[in-house]
């Protein structure tokens, strides 16, 4: 353990208690989501678990599960829907479940959604927490439930697993724990592919920190720093197990397919999924514009693009740690710059929780019963969105 770990893990007197307070209020505007989608649910005569377990991505993750690799559609337009654009850490987590409980694959997969969803809040809070404080770290948790699309927290799809493992791998960058970070990190590769992001943001950080070690030694003269080499050690391996998850899966999708390394890329170009630097959304955003009243939807995206710039700014300019800023411009610019459906966008930013910490630490300023009043408002709005969504185009 470095110093730096001891001074972290002594100033943290009990993990769980100190998060208890964004943890509840995380699972009590999840909740909320979820009696709103229940409610507008039943009176639409649908079902609620349908919509979280049994629709879209939901069920090519337990198909996968269920029968392992080797499903696709084909579509009139020529287009193939490949299982192979669906990294595997969700559905081996469906079978292992449905192997030790009587739970169904999808069973499964919402079980671990709603564990991994409260992981990804601890992490967001423990993120913000050791960046701002305690205050600051509840307000981002709090946050990140009442996204707009955050009802996908709640469904058996692989953004709460993800954002778990992209969160407290960035946590143990922060704190020194390399070979934790890196191992989380080949975690999130394994989950989804803006799990680079998360092995850029482990690289990054520990280039910079090689950098200060070597400047430090350099100041202080190398006996002053004899835990110097085990530490780089620590980093060396944690930079070399963040890229394993990710490499390991397309590489075996380009050997599975015949098409070499870039195989998978492929399998993603069946979906009419690709990155073009944002040509596609702009021409899509442009299109809206055109006609009344789809022009006011064109007007909310500009608007909505142009808060996530501004929000990157401010994290620049507040001096975020550069794990957090290059994590969060990947993921970011992935899901903004992708060719892929332009209504995925707004959950495909879920993951990108770093944005939000201007707003959490300006929340945290209020006083307690104005902070409080302004979240339970935007819950309100949020879980109505959401049982409004999912009951009508809803994800993919």
Request: aromatic fraction near 6%; charged fraction near 10%; proline fraction near 6%.
């Given at each position: 353990?470095?110093?730096?770990?001891?001074?972290?893990?002594?100033?943290?007197?009990?993990?769980?208690?100190?998060?208890?307070?964004?943890?509840?209020?995380?699972?009590?505007?999840?909740?909320?989501?979820?009696l709103a989608l229940a409610l507008w649910s039943a009176a639409r005569d649908k079902s609620a678990y349908t919509l979280l377990t049994a629709r879209w991505d939901s069920l090519w993750y337990a198909r996968v599960a269920e029968g392992g690799y080797g499903y696709e559609v084909r579509l009139p337009n020529g287009d193939v829907h490949s299982d192979l654009a669906f990294f595997p850490l969700l559905p081996w987590l469906e079978?292992?479940?449905?192997?030790?409980?009587?739970?169904?694959?999808?069973?499964?997969?919402?079980?671990v959604s709603l564990l991994a969803s409260l992981a990804a809040a601890w992490g967001v809070f423990a993120v913000a927490d050791h960046v701002y404080g305690r205050r600051a770290g509840v307000c981002a948790a709090l946050l990140w439930a009442v996204l707009p699309v955050g009802i996908v927290q709640s469904m058996a799809y692989s953004e709460s697993l993800f954002t778990a493992l992209a969160a407290w791998s960035l946590y143990a960058?922060?704190?020194?724990?390399?070979?934790?970070?890196?191992?989380?990190?080949?975690?999130?590769?394994?989950?989804?592919?803006?799990?680079?992001?998360?092995t850029a943001a482990v690289w990054v950080a520990a280039i910079a920190a090689f950098g200060r070690s070597r400047s430090g030694t350099a100041a202080r003269g190398a006996l002053s720093a004899p835990h110097a080499p085990a530490e780089g050690v620590r980093?060396?391996?944690?930079?070399?197990?963040?890229?394993l998850g990710a490499a390991g899966y397309v590489l075996w999708v380009g050997h599975r397919t015949g098409q070499g390394p870039l195989g998978y890329l492929d399998v993603q170009a069946g979906w009419r999924n690709g990155f073009d630097g944002g040509v596609s959304f702009a021409r899509f955003v442009g299109g809206k514009l055109t006609s009344?009243?789809?022009?006011?939807?064109?007007?909310?995206?500009?608007?909505?693009?142009a808060l996530l710039l501004w929000l990157?700014?401010?994290?620049?300019?507040?001096?975020?740690?550069?794990?957090?800023?290059?994590?969060?411009?990947?993921?970011a610019a992935l899901a903004l710059c992708a060719s892929s459906y332009f209504g995925s966008k707004p959950r495909l930013l879920l993951p990108a929780f770093p944005l939000l910490l201007p707003l959490a630490l300006a929340l945290a300023r209020l006083r307690t019963s104005r902070s409080a009043l302004v979240v339970a408002g935007v819950a309100v709005v949020s879980a109505g969105y959401g049982a409004f969504w999912l009951n009508g185009s809803g994800p993919p």
């Open positions: 353990m470095t110093d730096l770990e001891t001074r972290v893990v002594a100033g943290r007197p009990g993990a769980l208690r100190r998060a208890a307070p964004a943890l509840l209020g995380y699972a009590a505007v999840r909740a909320l989501g979820l079978r292992l479940g449905a192997a030790v409980s009587p739970l169904s694959y999808a069973d499964t997969g919402f079980v960058v922060l704190t020194g724990r390399w070979v934790t970070a890196g191992a989380l990190a080949s975690l999130a590769g394994l989950t989804r592919p803006v799990g680079l992001a998360v980093r060396v391996l944690g930079t070399l197990l963040a890229p009344f009243p789809s022009a006011l939807a064109g007007v909310g995206l500009i608007a909505g693009v990157y700014v401010v994290c620049v300019r507040q001096r975020q740690p550069l794990a957090l800023l290059v994590y969060a411009g990947i993921v």
